[in-house]
């Protein structure tokens, strides 16, 4: 669902009216349905699906669909947020953890890079480019020791191993054993 141009459609569920993104998609094989932090709602259906099929459907999970709106109306991602001011307070903080946490780790990873650098992005936590420079985002600051390890460790490991192989998970394991466990927990934060 990255693609979220789609037709703005409207829909009565229990009363409530819901404004609702509906794409089709050719590659969509079932119908797929998805409330974004914010309490937005995305349909992607197969192409020859008709809308009227794609209503029952709402219609039948609307418990759920209301439910879910009601729960993430109030939590937006923690990447959706922010504003110039805050990466201003945040980037000298942000930097100074990450290269606390690069030293710590490079007790394990012995790995050479470039240049470390303070981003402000919207869709990820970090990232390395193949020339080894490391970018990290300023928000890294506002987590949990814990995942903030997760952030740092897994971008020093693509030095070595530029994408998500057995081989990269194999390697971040090293320092951090429970990594997925960290992944997943970064995902629902
Ligand atoms: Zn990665």
Redesign the pocket.
């Known amino acids: 669902m990255r693609n979220l141009s789609g037709q703005s459609k409207k829909i009565d569920l229990g009363g409530q009216e819901i404004v609702y993104c509906l794409r089709s998609s050719a590659r969509a094989k079932c119908l797929r349905v998805a409330i974004k932090p914010g309490g937005e709602v995305f349909a992607v259906k197969p192409r020859f699906l008709p809308d009227f099929l794609v209503e029952r459907f709402l219609r039948q999970k609307s418990g759920w669909i209301l439910d879910k709106i009601a729960d993430l109306k109030n939590k937006k991602n923690l990447l959706a947020r922010g504003c110039r001011a805050d990466f201003l307070r945040h980037a000298k903080p942000a930097r100074d953890l990450v290269l606390r946490k690069i030293g710590k780790f490079s007790q394990t990873y012995q790995f050479d890079f470039n240049r470390v650098s303070i981003r402000d992005q919207k869709t990820r936590w ?3 480019s193949r020339r080894g420079n490391l970018s990290f985002n300023y928000r890294i600051a506002l987590l949990p020791d814990r995942l903030a390890d997760y952030i740092v460790a ?2 020093l ?2 030095l070595k191993e530029m994408n ?1 192989s057995r081989r ?1 998970w194999d390697l971040l394991a090293v320092a951090l054993p429970d990594c997925k466990l960290r992944r997943r927990e970064l995902k629902n934060y």
């Open positions: 970090g990232s390395c897994h971008e490991c693509h998500h990269f």
